[in-house]
């Protein structure tokens, strides 16, 4: 299949985006919430994330905040099904680690029995015991800083961070406590690319960006934004790669066309009867 880009045909596991970042091979990660889109992705991208965006992007919320365990279990296990050979990351929902210990080794350790390779959660110093703990646990953890949509109400919306020099510092600090404490990847969302490339530089661990420059070990972004098949506002770090949304509505408006106009399904998509049976119906009449 010649227009598929891909580079590694080999199952890629947590030590592998370690090894990619020190021979300096750029990682590509894409959001999939369900099998048809790891069906797509998998052939193409190193890492499939099943992110709490599954929450404004297929189920209509306006944050992730709603998000719970068993939903993200649900688009998990409908991932995993279909055996990827990309590393598979689930994003723990707001609250599935914010109660304790226990309960966050719990429903990480959870995600890991349905399939997935490891979790990732957003948050920096103030993390650091329940990263050590999941980790601990054997369960790999990838961290996330900057823009962390679970925290939209602090932030006060969906805002560019570490603009400032003491923003930028702590979240350079938070990077590294979180490396220290385990972590063997990092996503930085929405900061400046300067900052991102600091970051990258000074840690070991692999960085996938997303909004944050080119700087970093790898890219992130969400399926739906890749294929255009949201209408609307657009962040300046998505680029769309195809007009999904109008090419699947033509698609759907031609369908609704044909049935309409009498002309589907034709006869070879529609199944017959042996002409013995065909006349015998075609005589049948109900009994009086
Ligand atoms: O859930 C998600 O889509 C994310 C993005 C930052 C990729 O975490």
Not at 25 to 38: P, S
Not at 102 to 131: C, D, H, P, S
Not at 134 to 151: F, K, N, R, Y
Not at 233 to 250: P, T
Request: with cysteine; net charge negative.
């Amino acid at each position: 299949m010649s227009h598929i880009s891909q580079t590694s045909t080999e199952q890629v596991t947590v030590p592998t985006l370690g090894r990619w970042k020190r021979e300096g091979r750029r990682i590509v990660m894409v959001t999939a919430y369900d099998a048809a889109m790891a069906r797509i992705a998998d052939p193409v991208v190193d890492v499939i994330l099943v992110g709490d965006s599954v929450a404004n992007v297929c189920l209509g919320f306006d944050n992730t905040l709603p998000v719970s365990m068993a939903m993200m279990e649900h688009h998990l296990e409908a991932v995993v099904r279909t055996r990827p050979r990309a590393l598979v990351i689930v994003d723990m929902p707001f609250l599935s680690y914010h109660l304790g210990v226990a309960e966050t080794v719990r429903n990480a350790g959870g995600f890991l029995q349905r399939g997935a390779a490891a979790v990732k959660l957003e948050g920096g110093a103030n993390r650091v015991e329940i990263i050590r703990a999941v980790v601990g646990a054997e369960i790999p953890v990838m961290g996330h800083l900057g823009l962390t949509p679970q925290s939209v109400n602090v932030m006060g919306g969906f805002k560019v961070q570490g603009r400032s020099r003491d923003d930028a510092t702590r979240l350079l600090d938070d990077a590294l406590r979180l490396q220290d404490a385990g972590c063997f990847a990092l996503l930085l969302e929405g900061i400046p690319a300067e900052l991102a490339a600091r970051a990258t530089e000074l840690l070991t661990i692999p960085t996938i960006g997303i909004g944050a420059g080119v700087g970093c070990s790898g890219q992130v972004l969400v399926f739906h934004d890749v294929l255009g098949l949201i209408q609307g506002h657009r962040a300046k770090f998505v680029r769309s790669y195809a007009n999904g949304f109008d090419v699947l509505q033509g698609a759907l408006s031609n369908w609704a066309a044909d049935v309409r106009s009498g002309t589907f399904p034709a006869a070879e998509e529609s199944y017959g009867l042996s002409e013995a049976v065909a006349d015998s119906i075609a005589k049948w009449e109900p009994a009086k």
